[in-house]
């Protein structure tokens, strides 16, 4: 099946370490496809997080990081601020379906 | 700078179609497709389609196929994305974003409402 899974949530307290796992499978991140990741806070559009796996656009700071290996991948976010707090999506091609597919997204609250 | 200017808010009768307009501006058309990305209240995100920049391609999601097309006008300034035979299920917001290849969705839209309701 062509989905990207993510888990619904995930928490943690101001300072510290949480990571959001995107699981895929061998027609999307397993065949090479890279993975991006967007956060979307309450009420506004997505904004690119991570792209092409580990890249970060200029102006996202280096407290968010993304990785991948085999058919997964995961975004990390070091030093928890409260403004963090919002829904992160994965995203990856997929060429059984040969279009995009998001995750499910995770909504991360920040204790 | 960067923009992508998209059409109001609609609302449509179940069986209408719907027609969002989407004008970027501060860079070359085309070097980047435009994606179609929708979001249901509450909901994840779901591609829709997209179109190349340069040569006007497209291509759609299995799930929109037959209900979606999108579109630019000639002097390639202006995308389109018409969804027809709206339901209810099709009330959400719609978002256009550019993308270069492969490449993320660097500038997104503000998302257009559209409401399907009798």
């Known amino acids: 099946q062509s989905v990207l899974t993510q888990p619904p949530s995930v928490s943690g307290a101001p300072g510290q370490r949480v990571t959001i796992s995107c699981t895929g499978s061998s027609s999307n991140i397993g065949a090479g496809y890279d993975v991006h990741w967007y956060q979307q806070l309450p009420g506004t559009a997505p904004k690119l997080l991570i792209y092409g796996n580990t890249d970060r656009p200029s102006g996202v700071p280096d407290r968010f990081s993304g990785s991948k290996s085999g058919t997964s991948a995961s975004l990390a976010i070091t030093g928890l601020q409260a403004e963090d707090e919002a829904d992160y999506y994965c995203q990856s091609y997929d060429n059984r379906l040969s279009g995009w597919l998001f995750g499910g997204g995770t909504t991360l609250t920040v204790l | 700078q960067v923009h992508l200017v998209q059409s109001g808010a609609e609302v449509k009768k179940p069986g209408a179609s719907v027609k969002v307009s989407c004008m970027p501006s501060g860079y070359s058309l085309s070097d980047y497709s435009m994606h179609w990305v929708r979001q249901v209240p509450g909901q994840k995100l779901e591609w829709m389609g997209w179109?190349?920049?340069?040569?006007?391609?497209?291509k759609y999601s299995r799930n929109f196929q037959g209900r979606v097309i999108i579109t630019r006008d000639t002097s390639a300034t202006i995308t389109y994305m018409e969804l027809s035979s709206l339901r209810s299920e099709d009330t959400a917001l719609y978002y256009c974003?550019?993308?270069?290849?492969?490449?993320?969705?660097?500038?997104w839209g503000r998302g257009t409402l559209v409401t399907v309701s009798s």
């Open positions: 179109i190349h920049g340069g040569n006007g391609d497209t």
């Open positions: 974003a550019r993308a270069r290849g492969f490449s993320g969705y660097d500038y």
